[in-house]
């Protein structure tokens, strides 16, 4: 699986693509749904993964049309953080999630500003 995975990474660098990756502060799913709704419109997004479970937001997205302070600054406008992670990171925190499961006590979800 982890081959899967950087063969992708790879694929989308060779078509002058970028991913980035951010923490965020969701709560719920609607937040979930309105950050999704909010960020699949800025320019450029091939690829666009938000989960409220792990708190991440995962973009691809064509290199020339954007950059990841975009992205982090549009995030942020919409009133969540945007924590940019390595997709090392992304990957661990979602499968960790996956295996231990989503719970509404976790600190990500006490801290919302």
């Known amino acids: 699986?982890?081959?899967a995975g950087f063969a992708s990474d790879l694929s989308a660098q060779k078509k002058g693509r970028e991913v980035v990756c951010f923490k965020?502060?969701?709560d719920c799913s609607?937040?979930?749904k309105a950050l999704y709704d909010?960020?699949?419109f800025e320019k450029g997004i091939k690829d666009?993964?938000?989960d409220h479970a792990s708190n991440t937001i995962f973009i691809e997205?064509?290199?020339k049309k954007n950059t990841h302070e975009g992205f982090a600054e549009s995030i942020e406008k919409e009133g969540y953080k945007a924590e940019k992670i390595?997709?090392?990171e992304y990957k661990k925190v979602v499968a960790k999630t996956e295996k231990q499961g989503h719970d509404h006590?976790?600190?990500a979800h006490k801290e919302r500003e």
Do not use: G
């Open 38 to 40: 909010h960020l699949r």
């Open 105 to 107: 006590n976790q600190e």
């Open 24 to 26: 965020s502060n969701m």
């Open 30 to 32: 609607d937040c979930e």
């Open 86 to 88: 390595s997709l090392e």
């Open 1 to 3: 699986m982890m081959i």
């Open 48 to 50: 666009l993964k938000v």
């Open 61 to 63: 997205y064509k290199a």
